[in-house]
Structure formats: structure tokens, C-alpha cells
């Protein structure tokens, strides 16, 4: 079974701040990674995905991800946030074949300020 | 990207009632379909894989007489909610797996719908 962890529930920032949300994952097999973000009471949109290659991976909207195999970390940057990034962000796997569903975090609110 | 679209966007309804939720994708052809339930401030649990063709395979203590699920086109899946209570008022969102490219492999993606609110009074 696969387990993804969150740590950080809220992440406050100031516009045109960096920002990192961290991931963690656990897997017994080999898996993708995904990060989605969720605006209010809206669906889930997909920022990124690794599935193989290079280990930074680059999404929509200026955020990127790294993924860390020996860490098993797949943490979300972006360097300068704007006040419209904030939403719900949520890091997913999934295994390579078999099942494909998600098995989702538990999401970090991201809450940009002026 | 690929669209998929969920219809009703919000439902209320009287308990006991069945509620019906579509899920549809728009641009391409979905072999499967998951759905997921999400209570407030909370993550997403999936809540059954709907296969085209096939039965739908539920998730540990999801009752399939209870939440009825039905894929009879390769671009729709729905979830019928059967004698709702307030206890299932929750938001329920749908994806859709794209294979991608040569029917599969390792590059399919799943698109989300936007979701649909239900509140059981």
C-alpha cells in the first residue's frame, strides 16, 4: 500500500515570497508523483506530474517539483507566489500498473497575504 | 488539457431520496473512471473505480447498494446516491483516466470534473 504525507496542513506567505509545500511519500513499489491544486469548491487541477527523466519537473503557473528517490520526497516550489495561488494543494501516487487510482495527502492550504 | 464535466454542479434533496451525478469526459475516451469523496477541509478518498463494460470496484467500507455506480459509455460514468442521508452530504468529484498514447503505458493521466456538492436536509 502506498501512504502520502503532508506535514504542513497551512503554509501563510507574503506575495512575491518563495514558497516550498513538502510531500512525503511511502510505497513498497515504484510509483508516480503528482501535485494538484484545488481552488474553492472546485475540482482538482493537475500542476505536475513525474512519471521518469529528469528529477525537476516543471508545472503550470511557475511551480516545479523535485523528486528525491533517497529521500522519497516530492516537495513543490515556486519563487515568487501571487495572491491568486491560494488554494489547496494536494501531492498524489500512484503505482506504476495494477491499480490506478490516487492515493492522495491531506492537502496543504496555501493562504498568499499582500 | 482534457475537459471532464460533472452534472449537477450542487445538489439539495430531502433524505431518503436517490440523487444521480454525472460524469462525463469531453475530449476523450475513458476506460476508467474513479470516484472520490471529500469531506470539508479534508483530502480526497477514493470511493470506487468504475470500468467501462464492467462492474464497478468499490473501496473498503463503501456500500455499492448505497452508492450505485454505472459506466455504460467510454465518456460516462454515473453515481447514484440511493436513499440519501444527511450523513452523505459531501463533495463528490470524478476523474477520468486518459491512457495517453498507445492505449496505455506508463503516461496516462487522470483529469478531475469540478466536483459536485451534495447536501442531504
Known amino acids: 500500500a502506498q501512504s502520502v504525507t503532508q506535514l504542513d496542513s497551512q503554509v501563510p506567505v507574503f506575495e512575491e515570497a518563495p514558497v516550498e509545500l513538502r510531500c512525503n511519500y511511502s510505497?513498497?513499489?515504484?510509483?508516480?508523483l503528482f501535485w494538484y491544486v484545488q481552488y474553492p469548491n472546485q475540482g482538482l487541477q493537475l500542476l505536475l506530474k513525474?512519471?521518469?527523466?529528469?528529477?525537476l519537473v516543471k508545472g503550470i503557473n511557475g511551480f516545479e517539483a523535485e523528486f528525491n528517490k533517497s529521500q522519497t520526497s516530492f516537495h513543490l516550489r515556486k519563487p515568487s507566489v501571487h495572491i491568486s495561488d491560494t488554494a489547496e494543494y494536494f501531492c498524489?501516487?500512484?503505482?506504476?500498473?495494477?491499480?490506478?487510482?490516487?492515493?492522495f495527502g491531506s492537502g496543504t492550504r496555501l493562504q498568499v497575504q499582500p | 488539457g482534457a475537459v471532464v464535466s460533472q452534472h449537477p454542479s450542487r445538489v439539495i434533496c430531502k433524505s431518503g431520496t436517490s440523487v444521480k451525478i454525472e460524469c462525463r469526459s469531453l475530449?476523450?475516451?475513458?476506460?476508467?473512471m474513479f470516484w472520490y469523496r471529500q469531506f470539508p477541509k479534508q483530502s480526497l478518498m477514493l470511493m470506487a473505480t468504475?470500468?467501462?463494460?464492467?462492474?464497478?470496484?468499490?473501496e473498503q467500507g463503501v456500500e455499492k447498494d448505497k452508492f450505485l455506480i454505472n459506466h455504460a459509455s467510454l465518456t460516462l460514468s454515473t453515481l447514484t446516491v440511493t436513499s440519501a442521508h444527511p450523513e452523505d452530504s459531501s463533495f463528490y468529484i470524478c476523474?477520468?483516466?486518459?491512457?495517453?498514447?498507445?492505449?496505455?503505458?506508463?503516461?496516462?493521466?487522470?483529469?478531475f470534473g469540478p466536483g459536485t456538492r451534495l447536501t442531504v436536509l
Open positions: 510505497s513498497s513499489v515504484s510509483v508516480y
Open positions: 513525474y512519471l521518469s527523466g529528469s528529477t
Open positions: 476523474s477520468a483516466r486518459d491512457p495517453g498514447l498507445a492505449g496505455g503505458g506508463g503516461t496516462d493521466t487522470q483529469y
Open positions: 475530449d476523450f475516451q475513458a476506460t476508467t
Open positions: 498524489a501516487v500512484r503505482v506504476y500498473t495494477g491499480r490506478r487510482a490516487l492515493t
Open positions: 468504475s470500468n467501462e463494460g464492467s462492474k464497478a470496484t468499490y
